[in-house]
Nanobody, 120 residues
Framework: QVQLVESGGGLVQPGESLRLSCAASGLTFSSYTMSWYRQAPGKERELVADITSAGRITNYVDSVKGRFTISRDNAKNTVYLQMNSLKPEDTAVYYC?????????????WGQGTQVTVSS
């Protein structure tokens, strides 16, 4: 079955950087768009960034543009999120996501999440 395992979260001060990783298994990784979502306390889960299967196209939520970079290594079945110039409002649990579609239905797969806390 599909498994996604995130790592790299932690506690940092404003302005610092973190790099999240998500190792995927149970799927042909290079065939799928991969995404990072986040969920802050009391808020809905939001899409932060995604990257197409070959890595040619990336998209970001406006609030992280210019600060975050999503990338992937298809040889390692891993997707990354480089987060620079972190702000307190980036504090959230970050989740890796992949989805499949089958007969018009979407099936989402999630990792367990990794906590990112930005605080002085």
């Amino acid at each position: 079955q599909v498994q996604l395992v995130e790592s790299g979260g932690g506690l940092v001060q404003p302005g610092e950087s973190l790099r999240l990783s998500c190792a995927a298994s149970g799927l042909t990784f290079s065939s799928y768009t991969m995404s990072w979502y986040r969920q802050a306390p009391g808020k809905e889960r939001e899409l932060v960034a995604d990257i197409t299967s070959a890595g040619r196209i990336t998209n970001y939520v406006d609030s992280v543009k210019g600060r975050f970079t999503i990338s992937r290594d298809n040889a390692k079945n891993t997707v990354y999120l480089q987060m620079n110039s972190l702000k307190p409002e980036d504090t959230a649990v970050y989740y890796c996501n992949v989805y499949r579609t089958w007969l018009g239905s979407r099936f989402d797969y999630w990792g367990q999440g990794t906590q990112v806390t930005v605080s002085s």
